[in-house]
Structures are given as structure tokens and as C-alpha cells.
């Protein structure tokens, strides 16, 4: 069974561990930019995402694709600030149709947000999003960053990656 990786970055977190993912899996990584993208070659997918502003960024890319990609399996990395929570199942679940939720496995992994690389519009939006903030440890993520991209996190990605290529490998044959 053939499989790829397709992404959507932001700050290159999602890039990051895309890549991982690639180099540990031997899966082909594309950038859903890339204009080679071609979700309907492969049997599985692996879709990752940056989560910016509560939406995934491969939202727009999902869709357009939908006719490709809704009958085949699925996991979805989504890369956020936020740990997994029911707060971001719901953002995931906005993000995304339904018909691709069904057939799709996601794990959570943090990311990484360095505010003096963000734009100023943005460094104006975490401030004031870090201090409308009751959590006072993200409000200081907010405000200072923060940067948790563990290569180690990718593990149940991969174990997902093995049980999708076994679950449609061949059968050995008798001698």
C-alpha cells in the first residue's frame, strides 16, 4: 500500500515533522503548494497542519482536493501551540468535512512560535490575545514564545504509518 505526506506550514514547525516523518517512514513529503501534490496516486495520506488562528491551514487544500482524498485512510498531524484538548478536537472538526473526519486518526503535537519572526501584525495579535488570556502560562507563551518540537513526538504517527502499510501488505507466498 502507498502512502504520502502532504503539508501545510506556517513557521515550518509543520515542515519539521513532515520531514521526520518522511526520513523515518520513507514516505514521499509534499508541500501542498508544491504544484506535484497529487493526493489520488497514493492510498493513504498523511496531512499535516499548522492550527493558526483556530483553523487548520490545510483547510483550503482539503476541500479542493475532497474528490481525491475522502474514501482513502487518513492521519492527520495538526501543529499548535495548544496541547491536545476537546477545546482543539473542535477546532480540527470546524476546520475540516465531515466526510474526511470519518476516515481519519489525529495526533496533536506542539510547535514552536518565536514572536521577534512574526510580523507585526501578528506580534500585535498574540499581545493582545496574551492578555485577554485567563491561563497566565499561555498568556506568557503568548507574550514570549515558546517551542516545543520533540522529534520523539512523531512515534504514534509512525506506529499509525506501519498498521495503514500492514494492514494492505501482501501475503507472503507459499514456497
Given at each position: 500500500m502507498s502512502g504520502a505526506i502532504f503539508f501545510s506550514t506556517k513557521h515550518g514547525s509543520t515542515a519539521e515533522y513532515a520531514n521526520w516523518i518522511g526520513e523515518a517512514s520513507g514516505l514521499p513529503v509534499f508541500d501542498v503548494n508544491d504544484t506535484n501534490a497529487d493526493p489520488s496516486k497514493y492510498d493513504f495520506l498523511v496531512l499535516g497542519s499548522a492550527l493558526?488562528?483556530?483553523k487548520l491551514t490545510i483547510r483550503r487544500w482539503a476541500k479542493a482536493n475532497l474528490a481525491?482524498?475522502?474514501h482513502k485512510s487518513k492521519i492527520l498531524f495538526s501543529v499548535s501551540g495548544a496541547g491536545?484538548?476537546?477545546?482543539?478536537?473542535?477546532?480540527?472538526?470546524?476546520?475540516?468535512?465531515e466526510k474526511l473526519l470519518s476516515k481519519m486518526d489525529h495526533v496533536?503535537?506542539?510547535?514552536?512560535?518565536?514572536?521577534k519572526k512574526l510580523n507585526w501584525a501578528l506580534?500585535?495579535?498574540?499581545?493582545?490575545g496574551a492578555f485577554l488570556n485567563p491561563d497566565p502560562r499561555a498568556s506568557?507563551?503568548?507574550r514570549v514564545g515558546f517551542d516545543y518540537v520533540d522529534r520523539s513526538s512523531i512515534e504514534?504517527?509512525?506506529?499509525?504509518i506501519e498498521q495503514h502499510q500492514s494492514k494492505?501488505?501482501?501475503?507472503d507466498m507459499p514456497n
Amino acid at each position: 500500500m502507498s502512502g504520502a505526506i502532504f503539508f501545510s506550514t506556517k513557521h515550518g514547525s509543520t515542515a519539521e515533522y513532515a520531514n521526520w516523518i518522511g526520513e523515518a517512514s520513507g514516505l514521499p513529503v509534499f508541500d501542498v503548494n508544491d504544484t506535484n501534490a497529487d493526493p489520488s496516486k497514493y492510498d493513504f495520506l498523511v496531512l499535516g497542519s499548522a492550527l493558526i488562528f483556530y483553523k487548520l491551514t490545510i483547510r483550503r487544500w482539503a476541500k479542493a482536493n475532497l474528490a481525491d482524498i475522502a474514501h482513502k485512510s487518513k492521519i492527520l498531524f495538526s501543529v499548535s501551540g495548544a496541547g491536545d484538548s476537546p477545546k482543539l478536537q473542535r477546532w480540527v472538526a470546524a476546520s475540516l468535512p465531515e466526510k474526511l473526519l470519518s476516515k481519519m486518526d489525529h495526533v496533536a503535537l506542539r510547535g514552536r512560535m518565536d514572536p521577534k519572526k512574526l510580523n507585526w501584525a501578528l506580534r500585535l495579535i498574540m499581545r493582545i490575545g496574551a492578555f485577554l488570556n485567563p491561563d497566565p502560562r499561555a498568556s506568557k507563551e503568548e507574550r514570549v514564545g515558546f517551542d516545543y518540537v520533540d522529534r520523539s513526538s512523531i512515534e504514534p504517527i509512525l506506529k499509525m504509518i506501519e498498521q495503514h502499510q500492514s494492514k494492505f501488505a501482501p501475503a507472503d507466498m507459499p514456497n
